[in-house]
């Protein structure tokens, strides 16, 4: 069992629509957890953390279930700038080092 | 503020040949970290640094070399260049473990 899994996708959605990204992770002892975001043959960009309370950010919001292991990320009112590869991101903190563990990702296209 | 710095962009390698990615911060970042990034296996863990003079292996070590003599570089040495290590390498730094990284723009090398 991978580490961190997603969905790869794509998903093709219309512009203004709403789409969920889920994520789960195997390693219990997981402290932190990330929403990246990564656009074709470019870098990785934090997109956003994920707290236990959950949190928002604009037209973007991060759920995090411990209990399940599961990560999610909502999307609302799409727009064509969205798409992109979205990453989860989990860091394990093993052995004092900052390790991130990420998904493969799972693609979004946004069409009009 | 630069951010974090790779070079170069571009690189194309003969098989046996050895070379030194380079990467530089400017944040005052602890944690460093390289990964690699193939189609369809994610981003994955090569040496990461806790700060100068520290480093350990990531997930992938094997053909890699790295060092930490100043908090701002954080070199990858290729020891003898293989077609498997064709790949795009992305450099990270991170403030705090709890934070998230920022990465560089990547390099990326082709082994022939």
């Known amino acids: 069992r991978k580490e961190v899994e997603q969905d790869p996708g794509p998903f093709n959605v219309p512009e203004g629509a709403t789409v969920a990204f889920n994520c789960t992770y195997s390693n219990s002892a997981s402290q932190s957890f990330f929403w990246y975001r990564q656009d074709c043959r470019k870098e990785p960009k934090l997109l956003m953390s994920?707290?236990?309370s959950g949190n928002e950010d604009g037209r973007f919001t991060a759920q995090l279930n411990r209990a399940s292991q599961y990560i999610s990320l909502l999307i609302r009112d799409s727009k064509l700038s969205d798409s992109a590869t979205y990453l989860c991101v989990v860091n394990g903190f093993t052995g004092g080092g900052n390790k991130l563990t990420f998904g493969t990702g799972t693609q979004l296209k946004v069409e009009l | 503020n630069a951010g974090v710095t790779q070079t170069p962009k571009f690189q194309v390698l003969k098989t046996g040949q050895s070379m030194t990615l380079q990467c530089a911060q400017d944040m005052n970042h602890e944690y460093m970290s390289w990964y690699r990034q193939d189609p369809g296996m994610g981003l994955r863990l090569i040496h990461y640094?806790?700060?100068?003079?520290?480093?350990d292996q990531g997930e992938v070590p094997n053909g890699y070399n790295v060092s930490r003599s100043t908090t701002e570089d954080f070199p990858l040495r290729l020891l003898s260049a293989a077609p498997s290590q064709t790949s795009v390498y992305f450099c990270?730094?991170?403030?705090?473990?709890?934070?998230?990284?920022?990465f560089g723009s990547g390099t990326r090398l082709t082994v022939v």
């Open positions: 994920v707290y236990s």
């Open positions: 640094s806790v700060g100068a003079g520290i480093t």
């Open positions: 990270a730094s991170s403030f705090l473990r709890v934070y998230g990284y920022t």
